[in-house]
């Protein structure tokens, strides 16, 4: 009998975990949901992923956020993390602002504030509720990036943001990402 039981059973009772703390407008138990994410995620990353993509564009739907900052705002009352817009302070902001339609920073990060660097990225969660957010609002299909994280070295997380259709450029900045990477 496995410690976790978690596949597919649990990613479903995760995220009605999770959507349960949305209701009541819980913060998130930052190191509970890191130990249920590393489980769950161990299980399977993309089915999880796409369970949180989904559940953030039906949490903004539901709400009827139209502005992004609003979807914003509710994330940061769970304590998942400091989200800000257009947020380009550097030559990279600039240059992954110029190929996505939107870049967006996520301080105090509720997956990887205070890590060390290890070379990759680590917020595929932050990037996924972004994507559902974005996707509600815009009612088009996106695809998400993270370029910096505190698993780079960096002190924060950015993630930018591309039209489903715009492969070459979500290549391109993948390219610049992947020789960030260890
Ligand atoms: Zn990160």
Known sequence: MPLFDYHPESIRSFVDTVSKMVEHKSKVDRRLFLLVRGVVWMASESEFL???????????????????????????????????????????????????????????????????NVGETLCAFEGHIILGAVEAITGDKMRVLEYKCWGLGDGVCKFVLFPQGDLEAFKEARSVVDGRKR
């Open 50 to 116: 796409l369970a949180v993509r989904r559940a953030s564009r039906e949490i903004c739907k539901a709400y009827g956020f139209e502005d992004l900052n609003d979807a914003f705002e509710f994330f940061e009352s769970m304590d998942i993390g400091e989200f800000e817009a257009q947020d380009v302070e550097d030559d990279l902001d600039e240059r992954m602002a110029d190929l996505g339609d939107m870049v967006v920073s996520v301080y105090d990060c509720v997956s990887c504030s205070g890590a060390p």
